[in-house]
C-alpha cells in the first residue's frame, strides 16, 4: 500500500479528497436532516394551531375583533341601562335608626296589616303574628342592622298589602331567616388541607344586591294564587323574587278514589219509537222570549261558581269534578327573596346582610 502511494501520488491524493468529501458531506446532510425534522415538527405545530383558530367561531381575524369589541360595548350598554333601571327600586334613605325606633315602626306596621286582614275576613296566627320579626318583640335589634330591617319592614308590609288585597282564607305562617348582620358571627378558620396547609380559596365576586329572605305560606284558590303572584312581580316600589314555590291541596291526605264518584245513567229513547230523530228536525221554539246571546270575547269572571256536569250525582261526583276544576283550596308555600339594589357610589364598610 504504502509502495502504491508513492508510485501513485496523484491518484492517491484524489483518493484522500475524494474520502475527505465524503465525510464531510455524510456529516453535513445528517446535520441537515436533524434540521429539517425540526422544521417539519414545527411546521406542522404551526399548521394544527392555524386549523384549530380557524374551527373556532369567529375566526380570529382583525374585522371579526372589531365586531366582538362591537358587541361588548353594546352589551356593556344593555347592562348599563338595566342597572339604571334596577336603580329606580332604591329607597330614597338607607340608615341606621335607632332600635327603638325600629320597634315603634314594627308595630305601627302590624297594626295596619292584621287591620287589613280583619277587614278582609282573612285569618292569621292572631297575637303570635309580628310579621316575622318576633325574636323582637322581647329584644332590641343591633343598631348596625336596623337600616337593613326596617327596608326589609317596609317591603314586607307591601308584601302583606298584595296578599291581603288577593283575599287568601289565612295566612298560615311566615317565616324570615335571620340577616347576617343581625348575628355575632365569630371569625371563620380558614381552610386546611393536607398536612394542616392552609388552603386558599378563590376570591368571590361581589354580588350588586342584598338578598332580604322570607318565607309565606297560605291557603287558597288558585286564582287567589294568581293573583298574590302577578302582584309581585309588578311592584312598582319593591323588587319581589319569588325563588321556589309549593303547592298541594288541602285535601292532599284525603285524595277521593276512583269509586267515590258516581254518574248517573243516561236517559236512552224508547226502544220501540218509530221515529227516534224527529223531535231533533223540528224548528226551534220562539214563542219564549230569546236569550241573551253570548259575547265569546267577554272576560270570565275566576271567581265565578263552575256549572258541574249535569250527568254528575249530587254529593257524590261533585268532589272528584272540584278537584279536578281546581275549586278545592291550596296550601302553598313561598320562598321570596326581597331584592335591595347596590348604589353605584355605596359605601365600602357596610356589611352584606
Do not use: C
Not at 138 to 161: C, I, V, W
Not at 209 to 223: A, K, N, Q
Not at 318 to 338: C, H, K, M, P, W
Amino acid at each position: 500500500m504504502g509502495d502504491w502511494i508513492k508510485n501513485n501520488k496523484f491518484e492517491a491524493f484524489l483518493l484522500l479528497v475524494v474520502v475527505i468529501v465524503a465525510v464531510g458531506a455524510f456529516m453535513f446532510g445528517r446535520n441537515k436532516s436533524s434540521l429539517y425534522e425540526e422544521a417539519k415538527d414545527s411546521y406542522g405545530g404551526y399548521a394544527s394551531n392555524v386549523q384549530t383558530l380557524k374551527s373556532k367561531k369567529p375566526f380570529p381575524s382583525e374585522q371579526n375583533a372589531r365586531d366582538f369589541e362591537a358587541q361588548i360595548d353594546s352589551y356593556e350598554a344593555a347592562v348599563s341601562a338595566l342597572q339604571d333601571k334596577m336603580l329606580a327600586y332604591l329607597p330614597e334613605t338607607f340608615e341606621d335608626i335607632a332600635p327603638p325606633k325600629f320597634i315603634e315602626n314594627l308595630n305601627a306596621v302590624r297594626a295596619d296589616v292584621t287591620s287589613a286582614f280583619d277587614a278582609g275576613g282573612i285569618e292569621y296566627p292572631g297575637d303570635t303574628f309580628y310579621l316575622g320579626f318576633k325574636n323582637y318583640t322581647g329584644s332590641l335589634p343591633k343598631e348596625e342592622a336596623t337600616a337593613y330591617l326596617d327596608y326589609q319592614l317596609s317591603a314586607m308590609k307591601a308584601l302583606f298589602e298584595v296578599v291581603a288585597e288577593a283575599k287568601p282564607s289565612a295566612l298560615l305562617n311566615v317565616h324570615r331567616p335571620e340577616l347576617s348582620v343581625e348575628k355575632d358571627k365569630a371569625p371563620e378558620e380558614a381552610p386546611r388541607g393536607r398536612g394542616g396547609r392552609k388552603v386558599r380559596s378563590a376570591p368571590q365576586q361581589e354580588l350588586p344586591y342584598h338578598r332580604l329572605p322570607v318565607e309565606l305560606t297560605f291557603r287558597s284558590t288558585e286564582s287567589v294564587l294568581r293573583k298574590i303572584m302577578s302582584g309581585l312581580a309588578s311592584h312598582k316600589d319593591y323588587f319581589f323574587v319569588v325563588r321556589s314555590m309549593r303547592v298541594q291541596n288541602e285535601k292532599y291526605a284525603e285524595a277521593p278514589a276512583k269509586d267515590d264518584v258516581e254518574f248517573d245513567d243516561p236517559v236512552d229513547a224508547p226502544a220501540d219509537d218509530p221515529f227516534p230523530d224527529f223531535e231533533d228536525n223540528l224548528p226551534a221554539d220562539d214563542t219564549a222570549d230569546p236569550e241573551a246571546p253570548v259575547d265569546p270575547e267577554a272576560p270570565v269572571d275566576p271567581e265565578a261558581p263552575v256549572d258541574l256536569a249535569p250527568g254528575v250525582a249530587e254529593d257524590q261526583g261533585s268532589r272528584v269534578l272540584g278537584q279536578i276544576l281546581g275549586l278545592e283550596e291550596t296550601n302553598v308555600l313561598l320562598e321570596i327573596d326581597i331584592v335591595l339594589f347596590k348604589a353605584k357610589d355605596e359605601e365600602e364598610g357596610k356589611e352584606n346582610p
